[in-house]
């Protein structure tokens, strides 16, 4: 899974990255979001959107998107 | 870009995810990792593996993968 912070909610992970890398020499940086990846092996994929909603993600500030193993 | 611990080192959040699931009733959960997600817009893609080597990843527990949006 895929955890993002939802638009138009304070990331200040992001922003921190976004102001350090030119600090570094790194330029052209826009718009950075850090958020969270989520692996797992589950045997009933379909538990997994409740899972977000109840442990994994904070559904009043972040969206979470469920990704299949290719 | 998508950061993960490195397999054999302790991954302490991914150990309480997997204890906390079969707690709230979600069971056949394994191999649990979390990692972060990093998302950003830049000038020139060259620059990435360095600047995950440089701030984004810690490598010497952590590997990153860098993925160009589809």
Same mark, same amino acid.
């Given at each position: 899974?895929?955890? *993002? =912070?939802? !638009? %138009?909610?304070?990331? =200040? $992970?992001?922003? @921190?990255? +976004? *102001? !350090?890398?030119? !600090?570094l020499g790194f330029g052209g940086v826009r718009e950075?979001?850090? %958020?969270?990846?989520? +692996?797992?092996?589950?045997?009933?994929? @379909? $538990?997994?959107? $409740?899972?977000? +909603? $109840?442990?994994? @993600?904070?559904?009043?500030?972040?969206?979470? +998107?469920?990704?299949?193993? !290719?």
């Amino acid at each position: 899974m895929l955890i *993002r =912070p939802k !638009a %138009g909610i304070l990331d =200040p $992970q992001g922003l @921190a990255v +976004e *102001r !350090a890398l030119p !600090a570094l020499g790194f330029g052209g940086v826009r718009e950075v979001h850090v %958020g969270r990846l989520i +692996e797992l092996e589950v045997a009933d994929v @379909a $538990q997994l959107p $409740q899972m977000c +909603e $109840q442990l994994l @993600a904070n559904p009043l500030i972040e969206d979470y +998107e469920i990704i299949a193993p !290719a």
